[in-house]
């Protein structure tokens, strides 16, 4: 069985510097994600699905970030193998509303969020994003 979905990780700047936001559901902390569906881009299924789960409109998509991460797991009995692709967003909004499917959230300086996140490919598509984001701020500050 495949599963596909789509999410981001969303940041945005403040004067205490950059804040990266974690929804909590089920007890874990994670990115906002959900099934991309029939017909839907991946692009479109990250702006559905931050909306849907945060109540942000309007993110900016960073160009040029894409990860994705594959796993398996066991639903009614059968083996699934999920992929979820992971782009970079950025908000201008720290207002969050989460969805029912979730019991909080939270905004998170990188080593907080870092410690937070609850999945090893979470914690690793954070570093790679932190990375990507400080190698953009870099380049348009020596451009």
């Given at each position: 069985?495949e ?6 990780v ?21 990115f906002?994600?959900?099934?991309v ?5 991946e ?8 909306e ?17 991460i594959?796993y ?6 059968k083996?699934?193998?999920k ?20 019991q ?11 410690h937070?996140a ?13 990375k ?10 020596s451009?």
């Amino acid at each position: 069985m495949e599963e596909k979905s789509a999410g981001a990780v969303v940041f945005r700047e403040t004067p205490g510097g950059r804040m990266y936001l974690l929804l909590l559901n089920a007890g874990r902390w994670d990115f906002p994600k959900g099934g991309v569906e029939e017909g839907e881009s991946e692009l479109q299924t990250v702006l559905r699905e931050v909306e849907e789960e945060t109540g942000l409109k309007g993110i900016s998509i960073i160009p040029g970030f894409r990860k994705v991460i594959e796993y398996y797991y066991r639903r009614d009995g059968k083996n699934v193998h999920k992929q979820v692709v992971y782009m970079l967003a950025s908000t201008d909004s720290e207002k969050v509303r989460i969805s029912f499917e979730h019991q909080g959230f939270g905004w998170f300086k990188y080593s907080e969020a870092v410690h937070k996140a609850s999945y090893n490919n979470s914690k690793f598509t954070l570093t790679d994003a932190e990375k990507f984001v400080r190698r953009v701020a870099q380049n348009s500050t020596s451009g």
